[in-house]
């Protein structure tokens, strides 16, 4: 007994042509094709036609992986030769480099806060035996605080964009001036990493927050973690303030009718005064609506 395949194979052989559509039928009715077979012949096919597909999309984005980190390591290194240069920008790498510095600032901020959280309840279960519940109650708002986070942080960050539009439009399209600016992500994903993994090294322990008997052993607690951490995600901010003014600075140094030094003011207000609007509106509601919500 054969499959479908050898048996229209033999078929060929002997009778010289193809095999009709009732022949076949005929041939399958009498026995002399096991379909079955060919079911597992197929079958066999298709699952290794999976696993080159497989192999395909793991290869692919492996490399895929190796070409990012790559690109990322340049502009981390060169951030204004990238963002000047008239090169073909790649824009899912840089908006996925914008994602992962909002995403990876907000975790900075939330192991921070849970930390605190946690060796505070600890200290006060201590003395009351409500750790597990204080955490618990915790535990409501941190999950949603980091959705938070994230949108803060990416609409902080983002808040130069529409001002740096009309401060370059001289020389760039708004996407250009856009990708450009996102260059700058890549220094600032560098330097969240580095406080992302400070705020799991800062010393943030029951035994710390019981020593703070003092005004001093307080300030120095402040300086050595929220200082830290605070001057980290600060400095991330400034890099894109450098970004902006550089690309203020290049698209206008040819232009006579206004000086340099007034797009940059005006680049620089209106940042400052778009993150404001952001924040009153946007950031405070929401963290408003999660903090009205805790039940302690």
Known sequence: ?????????????????QPTADEILAAIEAGDISLSHSKVANSATTQRELSQDVNHAYSTAKQHAGNYFVWLKD????????????????????????ALASLVAALTVWNFCRRIVNAAAATVGSFTGTSDSLVHAASQYLTSGLLMLWITFALIYFAGVPILAWTTKVTYRFYD????????????????????????????TPSTLNSLDNMDSAIYFLIATVGLVTFLLTLSSSILAIGQFTLVNAANKLE??????????????????????IIRFIVAPMFKSLFAGLDF
Not at 82 to 87: I, S
Not at 256 to 277: A, F
Request: charged share 15%; net charge neutral; aromatic share 16%.
């Open 75 to 98: 502009r981390m290194m060169m951030p204004s030769k990238h963002a000047m240069l008239d090169e073909q920008f790649s824009a899912t790498f840089l908006w996925i480099t914008y």
């Open 1 to 17: 007994m054969a499959n479908k395949q050898e048996w229209i194979e033999y078929f060929e052989l002997m009778h010289h042509r």
């Open 256 to 277: 006579g009718k206004v000086d340099t030094l007034w797009w940059q003011l005006c680049q620089q207000i209106g940042t400052g005064i778009l993150s404001y609007l």
């Open 177 to 204: 001036a856009l990708m450009r600016y996102l260059n700058w992500f890549a220094i600032v994903l560098g330097i969240n990493i580095v406080a992302f993994i400070a705020s799991f090294l800062i010393p943030i």
